[in-house]
């Protein structure tokens, strides 16, 4: 198969070195041989210059701990370098950051150190922009002309759309027969494709060119000679024993439909019956947001590592752990809007017409809005470069008063993964303001301010403005304090209730300040000044003495201030 780990010709090749045939015969321009300088950084860079080179032609194999120019046991030199120390300084000293395999292989009694590298998306130099391209077993520096042009020609590169070695007869039914069944679930032209001969199916959604099957079909539809795609790991907690496990060399198209029925089938579900009398049923990790996080980690995962794809499951975590690291262009704080090219454009796009997952940025925000409606975190993603990227899901019961609350929000404000995140900031704060708010939307301070407007609508009554002065303030409505109450991360008192507590604070105590409105009722001193500045313009309170600003101007009772059992007038 054509993602398998290393190039058959390196093992073959410290077999032949092991019967006399010299490791510098052997190379060519997908093979090297290095030994270890004398110091880990300086062998650090000969891997780097030639891992630059075979990124920059079609990929390849570099073999640490051979000497070239040796042959039988006395080659074997062996490496002290760690593998982890090789992928880590190769992603950071490379530009665009390149992600290599390094596994140990033992041969003849020492330890070797074999380095896949696979052909760069994009023209890759390292961090002062030199590069270089192998050319037979000779590693040539590429001019500004020849950079630009292979720039040009590897921005175009999808490795999803590259021809297989697989052929037709290597399908697998259960496979194919699950990509029928999608089809036939749409409305739409992608309906008749289900019952469509096999060749005329894979046609139509892409997977064949000149005959040949791409790599996009061979990941879907065929077995990976005993390599799982995914491996499923449920628990009880989430650092407790294995329960059950699933690692079957299928097809990533069969395995995605057998770890999704693993997890909703103990899946726990919460009946809620909304004012209306409608009824919903909510689940402790949401049905949407697991398949698009199984969806995403299948399709933009790095094919050219050997690894599966970690499911880990418990009641209370479900974590989607993808090789290789987030695009190029992609970071966890921008990853709702950014614009980028996908890693596997052509698996991306026939695993969105069969249904399995939509594009990058949309998927991410179905997982965000839908963990938010039923009252929990968003997704915590993780980019472990240049090795892995994390997705956690929280689990539980669903927060109920969230579910209600959403559920009584217009379907496309439900929709909306803006006006969802603003509910979950103002679940924690009691205000926020657009700049406090942009880095969780991952927009702008201007776009924020335009969402925050836009949500302000008093037909939506979500949210509401704050009146006071300074930068313009927002907090939740009434109604969605009142029906929030149980879940807000902060006490909440309305303003009437603080009036009257003022009342009976100056009651007892005959006079108030803006300090003591602070320490007693948990404002800000904005906040204090506004409730003060109310009550003196109604009559309640008024100033006393003759100082007219300041933190110092004591409060007493106004020609309004209201007899014992009154609340203040309005």
């Known amino acids: 198969m054509s993602i398998h780990l290393f190039s058959p010709d390196a093992l073959s090749a410290l ?12 190379e060519s321009e997908t093979l090297d041989f290095k030994q270890d300088a004398r110091s880990s950084s300086e062998t650090i860079q000969v891997l780097l210059d030639a891992a630059i080179c075979f990124a920059n032609l079609r990929g390849g194999t570099i073999v640490l701990g051979v000497q070239d120019d040796a042959t039988g046991h006395e080659a074997f030199l062996g490496t002290v370098v760690p593998t982890e120390l090789i992928r880590r300084r190769l992603y950071e000293l490379t530009k665009p950051a390149i992600v290599v395999s390094a596994i140990e292989h033992e041969h003849a009694g020492r330890r070797l150190v074999l380095i896949d590298v696979t052909e760069g998306m994009e023209m890759v130099s390292d961090t002062k922009g030199r590069s270089s391209k192998r050319h037979g077993t000779d590693c040539l520096p590429l001019s500004i002309s020849e950079a630009a042009a292979l720039n040009d020609d590897r921005r175009r590169f999808d490795w999803s759309a590259e021809p297989s070695s697989v052929e037709l007869n290597e399908l697998d039914p259960a496979a194919i027969e699950d990509a029928r069944s999608r089809l036939r679930r749409f409305p739409d032209e992608r309906r008749r494709l289900a019952d469509a001969p096999t060749e005329d199916l894979l046609g139509d959604l892409g997977l064949v060119r000149d005959g040949r099957l791409l790599r996009a079909a061979e990941v879907l539809l065929c077995s990976h000679d005993h390599r799982p795609p995914f491996v499923y790991v449920g628990r ?31 899946s726990s579900a919460t009946a809620i019956v909304l004012p209306d009398g409608q009824q919903l049923e909510l689940r402790d990790f949401p049905l949407v947001a697991v398949r698009e996080a199984l969806g995403n980690a299948m399709v933009h995962r790095d094919y050219r590592q050997p690894d599966p794809i970690h499911v880990d499951h418990s009641p209370h975590v479900l974590s989607f752990v993808s090789p290789g690291p987030l695009v190029v262009g992609v970071t966890p704080s921008n990853i709702l809007h950014v614009a980028s090219k996908p890693r596997n454009a052509l698996l991306a796009r026939v695993t969105h017409s ?38 956690d899901l929280t689990g539980g019961a669903p927060n109920q008063a969230v579910a209600k609350f959403v559920a009584s929000l217009p379907e496309q404000t439900q929709d909306d993964v803006d006006t969802m995140l603003v509910l979950f900031a ?15 939307l991952q927009r702008g301070i201007a776009a924020t301010e335009a969402i925050l407007a836009r949500i302000a609508d008093p037909e939506l009554d979500m949210i509401a403005p704050v009146d006071r002065s300074g930068r313009p303030r927002w907090q939740l409505s009434a109604r969605a304090v009142a029906e929030l109450r149980p879940v807000l991360g902060y006490r909440t008192v309305s303003a009437d209730e603080i009036d009257r507590k003022i009342v009976e604070f ?40 003759d100082q007219r600003r300041g933190p110092g101007i004591q409060y007493g009772p106004g020609p309004n201030f209201p007899s014992r059992g009154r609340g203040p007038d309005r």
Request: charged share 25%.
């Open 354 to 391: 069969l249904g399995l997952a939509e594009e990058l940025s949309r998927g991410v925000d179905r997982m965000y809005r839908e963990m938010i409606k039923l009252g929990k975190q968003p997704p915590a993603i993780t980019d472990e470069a240049p090795f892995r990227v994390r997705v």
């Open 236 to 266: 009880d907690t989430p650092g407790g024993e294995a329960r059950t496990e699933y690692r079957a060399a299928v097809p990533a198209l069969v395995a995605y439909r057998e770890i999704l029925l693993r997890i909703t089938s103990v």
């Open 506 to 545: 100056v009651r007892k105590n005959k006079t108030v300040d803006n300090k003591t409105l602070q320490i007693f009722f948990d404002l800000d001193v904005n906040g204090a000044a506004y409730r003060l500045r109310t009550l003196v313009q109604s009559g309640v309170l008024e100033k006393l003495g």
């Open 15 to 26: 077999a032949a070195i092991s019967a006399g045939t010299p490791a510098n015969e052997l």
């Open 426 to 440: 103002l679940m924690q704060r009691q205000t926020i303001t657009a700049s406090e708010v942009a880095p969780l």
